[in-house]
């Protein structure tokens, strides 16, 4: 059937199962928009207040459904203001398809209106870039950007059309989802990609057996769980394997809920704010086995006294980033929940009693003094805890209340935990919970942000408000931008440079002025008042902002300076360091 480029570009998007995008309308892409109106009945366009809001709602949508999500953008401004959510699913493996809109062929390389190189922009940071400038070429393009984006490793990628190929007219004929894969059945470029990028690697069966004698020799196992079993939905397998193995298990940011935070296994979080109990079994196993890690300057915080005593082997899809950071004396190349599966069926049932007792003589979670004019992180986490519902998705910024909300809420499953690990990026939470939303209608969802954080992007408060996609937002307020105040008291001699915010908004008005409630909160009981009229709000499909007073001079504990070995504790207890 001949169709236009944009009409071509919808009913590829229905191929793929799609049903929700996220995005902004402008000048190059008004036709697509136009074509997304008369399907809106099967397509649901979510107009964000801002593009970065739009990439990061996506990316939320992708973590929490296991889904590929969908941005769309205009070209220049509006593809650019993408490029910090693009890189943020980048480095975190998050599958998102980005659709931009690009100048008409005569235009581009001339500095046209709005022009920009977005395929340059976004190379570094997307699995793969394709600039449209045939109409013939774009459904295949379409298809092959999301098995790439979904297959392997998973990651962003880009898809850049010239505004005058949406107006082209190309014969269409309607694929499957399921015949995508097949060989001949695509161009020839899809073809490549099939037999190369979108091909699992299948783990060498010598590499799963020289692990399995490696696991019979070791007496002090110790496993990482990382981002890899979460985005591959191994943590059954990965849950199976560590009781076999019986042994201790470390989390990284990116691996929380694949291996539940309150399991009798769990020695917490690893790295620079690890547990004593993490950090001191990494360094005192003789057997380490990292599943879906990168093993980031955040968890191997010295390289080379990292698991000093033990045979340290790597789990990954990726090769590239096997003896990257980190040199290993075994790797394996594969799906974790193939790799997993296989290793459950070789190994048998251990006993490492003696070694547990020593790990889980260390503390897994932090203490943390009560203030009287102000909320403990902990008072706050655990009151949020123990009120919302059991599998409350919680989405976070970045910051203290980042690492506060990991150390204390007990992650159960893949996808629970919305965060930005390898990008850091201030501003994510509040997309990626609206995102998650959507994805998961019937979810409670909350948001954990810092007051630094929530001024990136609060204005997505309007499109939470406007969708009904309601997300019950606390703030960790301490006036500051806490984790950078805290490097610079340790490691500054207490020079708070450009750190204190000492100025507005004011975040119940804020709140308001979207049309939403909000409670100003100092102590416990405020608090559980406040929780008790937003579940209520919540209810009613509205959502609700929380602002939680906290004291400036509160830090984050433990923690391990960056550089240094990974018990070389500066922080431990309050008011005492180590």
């Known amino acids: ?164 190929v949406t107006v082209q007219k190309a014969e269409y004929n309607y694929l499957p989802l399921e015949q995508h894969y097949l060989n001949g059945s695509l161009s020839g470029l899809m073809r490549r990609a099939t037999t190369s990028a979108l091909r699992m690697p299948e783990p060498d069966r010598e590499d799963i057996r020289k692990l399995v004698d490696m696991i019979a020799e070791s007496e002090k196992p110790m496993l990482i769980c990382g981002g890899g079993v979460t985005r591959s939905r191994a943590h059954m397998e990965f849950r199976e394997f560590a009781r076999r193995l019986d042994a201790p298990v470390a989390i990284t940011l990116m691996g929380g809920g694949a291996m539940p935070g309150d399991d009798p296994l769990s020695t917490g979080m690893i790295g620079m704010h690890g547990s004593q109990a993490s950090n001191r079994a990494v360094d005192g196993c003789d057997l380490l086995i990292a599943v879906g890690t990168r093993f980031s300057d955040r968890v191997a915080l010295k390289p080379s006294t990292f698991a000093r005593n033990a045979k340290i082997v790597h789990i990954d899809i990726d090769r590239a980033e096997i003896n990257k950071n980190v040199p290993t004396d075994h790797h394996i190349i594969g799906n974790a929940r193939v790799v997993l599966a296989q290793l459950n069926s070789l190994i048998p049932e251990y006993d490492h009693s003696e070694w547990k007792r020593y790990v889980f003589s260390f503390p897994r979670e932090t203490e943390y003094d009560a203030h009287s004019s102000s909320l403990s992180p902990r008072e706050i986490l655990s009151t949020i805890s123990d009120m919302m519902p059991e599998e409350t998705i919680v989405a976070t910024d970045v910051g203290e209340h980042q690492m506060w909300a990991i150390q204390h809420f007990h992650f159960s499953y893949p996808g629970q935990l919305l965060t930005s690990g390898g990008f850091g990026t201030m501003g994510f939470g509040l997309g990626a919970a609206i995102g998650a939303k959507v994805g998961n209608p019937g979810a409670t969802v909350i948001h954990v942000t810092g007051d630094g954080s929530f001024r990136m992007n609060c204005n997505e408060l309007a499109t939470e408000e406007y969708y009904k996609t309601p997300v019950i937002t606390f703030i960790f307020n301490n006036g500051c931008l806490g984790m950078v105040r805290q490097w610079q008291e340790l490691m500054y001699d207490g020079r708070y440079s450009a750190t204190i915010l000492d100025r507005g908004p004011d975040f119940v008005k804020l709140a308001e002025a979207y049309g939403l409630k909000g409670a100003r909160v100092s102590n416990v009981d405020e608090l559980k008042t406040a929780i008790t009229d937003a579940l209520h709000e919540y209810e009613e499909g509205r959502g609700y902002v929380i602002e939680c007073s906290v004291a400036q001079s509160e830090l984050v504990r433990p923690m391990v300076n960056g550089g240094t070995h990974i018990t070389e504790f500066l922080l431990n207890r309050p008011g005492k360091g180590e």
């Not at 136009?34 to 964000?48: F, G, P, Q």
């Not at 235009?107 to 870039?129: C, H, R, S, Y």
């Open 1 to 164: 059937m001949l169709m236009t480029g944009a009409k071509i570009l919808m009913e590829c998007l229905l191929e793929q199962g799609v049903d929700t995008v996220f995005g902004y309308p402008g000048g190059t892409n008004l036709n697509v928009y136009d074509e997304l109106y008369k399907y809106s009945d099967r397509i649901h366009n979510y107009l964000t207040s801002h593009e970065q809001g739009a990439a990061h709602a996506a990316d939320g949508y992708a973590r929490s459904t296991g889904k590929v999500g969908v941005c769309m953008a205009t070209s220049g401004p509006g593809a650019t203001n993408l490029t910090t959510g693009v890189a943020t699913a980048h480095l975190d493996s998050s599958p998102v398809v980005f659709i931009t809109c690009n100048v008409s062929a005569s235009q581009l390389g001339k500095d046209a209106f709005q022009e920009a190189d977005v395929i340059g922009i976004m190379m570094p940071i997307t699995k793969a870039q394709y600039l449209i400038r045939d109409v013939e070429s774009l459904a295949d393009s379409v298809r092959e950007a999301f098995a790439l984006a979904r297959s392997g490793r998973p990651g962003p990628v880009l898809i850049d059309i010239l505004k005058d």
